[in-house]
């Protein structure tokens, strides 16, 4: 075991490797889900074709670059995320248990469940206004652009400038479908998992190792995308306006059924499930190898008094 801090880190690291990899799916996606915002299908004009199409246009006009826009912000959200996971999950699960059995070591798959969902939505909550900021960086193109243009510098340069303009309040906007979304994609991220690998093993006559990960994670990670994906687009469209086009998550979900059609909210998923497949397939495999990474070096760096504790 390494410690809690050792975790962090080793899973912060695993985290951002695989957010590199898979960014431009992500660039592409926001840019999707932007476009022709609020316009019939007929008037909307649609520079972006889909997810390949999208990744070709914007490595031709802009670079491996473009792509990459807001890949900082998109690490500090990360680390955010999995640090809150890692440090509400426990206290939480405790309170709870303690609440409900009045003992703390009792493990309830229920309990644990909405554990690992509050501890989620505490982490999208504290780390909206990096994905806020990512999402303006990711929109911004000096060729196709679609949403509003935003020159942030970077996400400290984002920060001060919302911060100058609109106050914590425009820090915070979108924050409430952002808790939604990784509410929805933590609720039901785990119980998948677990169904496909029982049935993979069932029928399929899987056993425990790498591949059973893998397939699990794919058909864990396919539910959470159909199941995430439009609180997402809401969101991406919380962000993208300042304040004058739509007065709650539920007025914009509504507006872009009416306008664009049912399917409209789910604008961007096949550039979604490009980015969550590799992005759960890596984290998995990636964790491994710096979670030893990790407990070799604590081994090398911490007194032998505090590993007997841990
Ligand atoms: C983005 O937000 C602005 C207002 O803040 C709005 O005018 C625009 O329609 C939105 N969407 C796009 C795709 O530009």
Same mark, same amino acid.
């Given at each position: 075991m390494s410690t809690t801090t050792g975790s962090f880190i080793a899973g912060g690291i695993?985290?951002?490797?695989?957010?590199?990899?898979t960014h431009g799916f992500e660039t592409v996606k926001i840019r999707l889900q932007l476009q022709g915002e609020l316009q019939s299908k007929k008037e909307a004009v649609r520079v972006y074709k889909g997810v390949f199409h999208g990744v070709g246009v914007i490595l031709?006009?802009?670079?491996? @670059?473009? !792509?990459?826009?807001?890949? #900082?912000?998109a690490y500090v959200y990360q680390m955010t995320l999995n640090g809150c996971r890692l440090g509400?999950?426990?206290?939480?699960?405790?309170?709870?248990t303690n609440a409900i059995y009045k003992d703390s070591n009792i493990q309830s798959f229920g309990i644990n469940l909405f554990s690992g969902a509050m501890s989620g939505i505490l982490g999208a909550a504290a780390g909206s206004p990096f994905f806020l900021i990512k999402t303006r960086l990711q929109s911004f193109s000096p060729f196709l652009p679609v949403g509003t243009q935003h020159h942030y510098k970077g996400a400290v340069d984002g920060m001060r400038q919302?911060?100058?303009?609109?106050?914590?309040?425009?820090?915070?906007?979108?924050v409430v479908p952002a808790m939604i979304r990784t509410g929805f994609g933590s609720s039901v991220q785990l119980p998948t998992y677990f169904f496909a690998k029982r049935?993979?093993? @069932?029928? !399929?006559?899987?056993?425990? #190792?790498m591949p059973l990960h893998i397939a699990s994670s794919t058909a864990s990670g396919f539910v959470v995308c159909c199941v995430m994906h439009p609180p997402d687009t809401v969101m991406?469209?919380?962000?993208?306006?300042?304040?004058?086009?739509?007065s709650s998550a539920f007025d914009c979900l509504y507006r872009t059924v009416k306008t664009e059609g049912?399917?409209?909210?789910?604008?961007?998923?096949?550039?979604?499930?490009?980015?969550i497949l590799p992005h759960t397939?890596?984290?998995?495999?990636?964790?491994?190898?710096t979670n030893r990474l990790m407990r070799k070096v604590e081994d090398r760096i911490l007194p032998p008094a505090v590993k007997e504790k841990i």
């Open positions: 695993a985290a951002c490797g695989a957010v590199t990899v031709k006009n802009e670079g491996a @670059k473009g !792509l990459l826009r807001g890949l #900082g912000c509400f999950y426990e206290p939480v699960r405790k309170t709870l919302i911060y100058s303009q609109e106050g914590v309040k425009g820090l915070y906007r979108g049935r993979l093993v @069932k029928h !399929l006559g899987m056993e425990e #190792g991406s469209r919380m962000y993208n306006q300042t304040g004058n086009l739509y049912v399917l409209a909210v789910y604008k961007g998923f096949f550039a979604h499930l490009a980015r397939i890596l984290t998995l495999t990636l964790a491994e190898q």
